[in-house]
Nanobody
Framework: VQLQASGGGLVQAGGSLRLSCAASTHTFSTYALGWFRQVPEKELELVAAISWGGASTYYADSVKGRFTISRDNAKNTMFLQMNSLKPEDTAVYYC?????????????????WGRGTQVTVSS
């Protein structure tokens, strides 16, 4: 499975971005998905996760109410809508897929990773 993340960029605080993650698989609907982010010298952080059918979602406390994760299984694509962005959201964002149905809370539950996309929020 190959994942391709896109949609990052530079935005002012309070602005919005929408990240996309396109997958090269016909069994996309059977994977749990997640968005992680990382800043230099810090651990990879789970930002949001979604179950294979999309019925269950998880958000880190730091993004709850501002970010929305979604998936379009017909188009093999996952999204992360990011609103009210803050400078502390600045990071490289990665999408990941795991071979299980439920939510994945740990990076070790994810088997496939896309290249990161940089999100920079200026103050």
């Amino acid at each position: 499975v190959q994942l391709q993340a896109s949609g990052g960029g530079l935005v002012q605080a309070g602005g919005s971005l929408r990240l996309s993650c396109a997958a090269s698989t016909h069994t996309f609907s059977t994977y749990a998905l997640g968005w992680f982010r990382q800043v230099p010298e810090k651990e990879l952080e789970l930002v949001a996760a979604i179950s294979w059918g999309g019925a269950s979602t998880y958000y880190a406390d730091s993004v709850k109410g501002r970010f929305t994760i979604s998936r379009d299984n017909a188009k093999n694509t996952m999204f992360l809508q990011m609103n009210s962005l803050k400078p502390e959201d600045t990071a490289v964002y990665y999408c990941a897929a795991g071979e299980h149905y439920g939510l994945g809370y740990d990076k070790n539950e994810y088997h496939y990773w896309g290249r990161g996309t940089q999100v920079t929020v200026s103050s």
